[in-house]
C-alpha cells in the first residue's frame, strides 16, 4: 500500500491538500496544539516561506491527495540557527502502516543535509505511537512541559524531545 504513496518535497500546488490534511487532524482534537488549519492565505504563507527559506516540508501523496505532511522549521535567531523544529501528521486510514517512519526519515535526512544538528519536537503526553515513532528514529526524552496542552477542559502534557545529528 505504502508503495502507491509518493514522499514528495511541499510545492505551491500542494497547499490545498496540506491544509486540508491538517484540518482532519487537528480537528480530531487529539493530536495537535491546532484545533482546525489556520486560513489559505496564511497556508500559502506559511508554504511559501518554508520554500524559499529551505525549511524540510514534504508531504505524502495518494491517489493525487495528500495524506500526510511532516515540516521541519529552522529556528528564527542566530546562536539556534542549527535548531530546527518538527511537526507531522498523517490522516486516518493512513496510520500504522509505516508511512510515518518513511516521512520522517525521508526530512530528517533533508534536514541533516541542509545542516541542522539538532531537531526537536513536542508530542502530547498520552500520544504513545507518535513518541514511539521517535524514539524509533533517533529522538531522545528532555523533560515534561506539565498540563501545557489543554483540550476540551482536560490538561495534557507535553513531551519534550531532540534528536541530535553527530
Ligand atoms: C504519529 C504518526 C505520525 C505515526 O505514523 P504511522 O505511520 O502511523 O506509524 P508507523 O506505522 O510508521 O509506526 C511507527 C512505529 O511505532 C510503533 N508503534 C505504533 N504504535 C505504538 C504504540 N502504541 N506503542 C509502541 N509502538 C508503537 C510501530 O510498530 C512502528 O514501529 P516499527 O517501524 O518498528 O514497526 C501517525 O500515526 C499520525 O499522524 N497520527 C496522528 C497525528 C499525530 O499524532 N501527529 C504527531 C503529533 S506529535
Not at 511537526?87 to 530528517?108: E, K, N, Q, S, T
Request: proline fraction near 3%; include cysteine; hydrophobic fraction near 45%.
Amino acid at each position: 500500500m505504502t508503495d502507491e504513496i509518493r514522499i514528495e518535497p511541499i510545492r505551491e500546488d500542494h497547499v490545498e491538500g496540506f491544509r486540508e490534511a491538517l484540518d482532519i487532524v487537528a480537528r480530531e482534537r487529539k493530536y495537535l496544539i491546532f484545533l482546525e488549519a489556520p486560513p489559505i492565505e496564511a497556508s500559502l504563507a506559511y508554504v511559501r516561506d518554508n520554500i524559499a527559506g529551505g525549511h524540510p516540508h514534504m508531504v505524502a501523496v495518494a491517489d493525487g491527495r495528500v495524506v500526510a505532511w511532516c515540516d521541519i522549521r529552522r529556528a528564527a535567531r542566530d546562536a539556534q540557527a542549527h535548531c530546527g523544529t518538527l511537526g507531522m501528521g498523517i490522516i486516518p486510514g493512513y496510520r500504522d502502516r509505516g508511512l510515518g517512519r518513511r516521512l520522517i526519515a525521508a526530512v530528517l535526512d533533508a534536514s541533516r543535509a541542509a545542516g541542522l544538528r539538532r531537531i526537536e519536537l513536542n508530542a502530547h503526553a498520552d500520544n504513545l505511537r507518535a513518541i514511539a515513532l521517535y524514539e524509533k528514529v533517533g529522538f531522545e526524552h528532555e523533560g515534561i512541559a506539565r498540563h501545557a496542552v489543554k483540550i476540551d477542559g482536560h490538561y495534557i502534557d507535553s513531551v519534550k524531545m531532540a534528536l541530535l545529528f553527530d
